[in-house]
């Protein structure tokens, strides 16, 4: 009975034995995708063996993944679209491909003992050309104002030459400054010449940056030069038609009170305009215009002959507008006023001229003072911004006076009005 026993025991293990050793020959255990690592993924590739001006030998690498003992490189050319495959038994091939041109690649790993692979992310990259040789600009040599010149105050023109072997300078960066050396970029040109403004009785320092296409850069020398007060510069002739006040009909006229006791006698009368009242009027205003062309940016001097025997309550004004006067609804000002006569006193502090005779800014010198917001300085000199004109390039030119419970007397009278360039 024992033996009996022992018999199915024995049985049972063999029968155990053979069956653990089926199971351990048909298992199987795929290898694992591989880490790319060398070229980068999306970047260029510098490194490697240049076999000749096309073709260079890079060393493609990535890891040993597991249940891997053998691997299949493949390289795509992305620009005619072919494929090559290299067979390797570790974690790196080397392979001739052309320079200068992309590439994808990816690894295939492999296992003796599976039928399985395992293929990896692809990767892309540039597989760079021969470097393209480019040669930083030549400092800039000065042309004028040479070194330690002396120019006149205004606009100065800086003017230098630039080169480069590889003829690519696209820009120059030119810095001014009153002290040595310039820190303040006064502009930035792509020609061999830029225009500042300056100043009398200062000097001045000044150095040019070269820029090429690829941003290479090159620094000149500092260049100097002192400006001293310009020639006086002779005033152009008069803008001014008919200043001379002669009724040639260049004027336009503009009664801007029209009640019944605003009667007036204005109108040209030997040489002059007169501004008056009939007798008993006590209450008028009236203005005299015409439209000038003037440049903006440019300063022109301005005088006008005015006199008076005597008024009460009368006033005389000048104004540069843009605005049109034949636009304004019964009044013209006081906005934008730049000349402001009066026999009385009130807005403008001390001025009470009962009586005057000549420039009126030598009037004014001698008892009025200019307005707050005038264009003129103290001598009649104005210059125009872009804004202060007309679509057209144009200010309107206007001359009024008036009085209010008052009485002109004899007239006021306006005489040899000019407006001419001097800068």
Not at 21 to 37: I, M, Q, R, V, Y
Not at 182 to 197: C, E, H
Not at 256 to 283: I, P, R, S, Y
Not at 321 to 331: F, I, L, Q, R, T
Request: proline share 4%; with cysteine; charged share 25%.
């Amino acid at each position: 009975m024992k033996k009996l026993n022992y018999l199915f025991i024995t049985l049972f293990l063999m029968t155990t034995v053979l069956s653990c050793g089926e199971d351990s020959e048909t298992e199987d255990f795929p290898p694992a995708k591989a880490t790319l690592s060398f070229p980068e993924n999306n970047k260029d590739c510098y490194e490697g063996a240049i076999v000749s001006d096309t073709q260079s030998e890079v060393t493609f690498r990535w890891n040993t993944p597991a249940n891997t003992d053998s691997f299949t490189l493949k390289i795509t050319n992305l620009d005619s679209e072919t494929t090559q495959s290299v067979t390797s038994k570790v974690a790196e091939a080397k392979v001739t491909i052309l320079r200068a041109t992309p590439y994808s690649w990816s690894v295939i790993s492999r296992s003796s003992s599976s039928s399985k692979t395992s293929e990896s992310d692809t990767w892309k990259f540039y597989n760079a050309g021969p470097p393209e040789e480019n040669h930083v600009p030549n400092p800039a040599t000065v042309v004028s104002p040479g070194a330690d010149t002396k120019v006149n105050e205004g606009t100065v023109s800086l003017n230098w030459t630039g080169s480069d072997l590889d003829n690519d300078i696209v820009s120059y960066e030119v810095y001014l400054d009153n002290s040595n050396p310039p820190t303040t970029l006064a502009g930035t040109s792509t020609s061999n010449k830029l225009d500042v403004a300056v100043t009398k009785d200062l000097t001045y320092f000044w150095q040019v940056i070269s820029i090429d296409a690829i941003g290479n850069k090159s620094t000149s020398e500092v260049f100097s030069f002192t400006v001293e007060e310009g020639a006086p510069v002779e005033p152009s002739a008069n803008l001014v038609e008919d200043g001379e006040m002669n009724d040639t009909g260049k004027w336009n006229y503009r009664q801007l009170w029209t009640a019944a006791d605003n009667n007036v006698e204005h109108g040209f009368a030997d040489g002059e305009f007169k501004f008056k009242g009939e007798d008993g009027t006590k209450f008028s205003n009236a203005i005299l215009w015409q439209e000038i062309a003037v440049e903006a940016g440019k300063t022109y001097k301005f005088s006008l002959k005015a006199r008076s025997e005597g008024t009460v309550n009368s006033w005389l004004e000048v104004y540069f507008e843009k605005n049109s006067v034949a636009d304004a609804d019964g009044d013209y000002g006081p906005e934008g006023m730049d000349v402001f006569i009066k026999s009385f006193g009130g807005d403008v502090e001390g001025c009470g001229n009962e009586a005057f005779n000549g420039n009126i800014f030598d009037v004014i010198k001698n008892g009025c003072a200019l307005p707050d917001g005038t264009q003129f300085d103290a001598d009649g000199n104005i210059t125009f911004s872009a804004a202060d004109l007309t679509a057209n390039g144009t200010v309107f030119l206007a001359i009024k006076a008036g009085n209010y419970d008052g009485d002109f007397g004899t007239g006021i009278f306006v005489d040899d009005v000019e407006l001419k360039e001097v800068k």
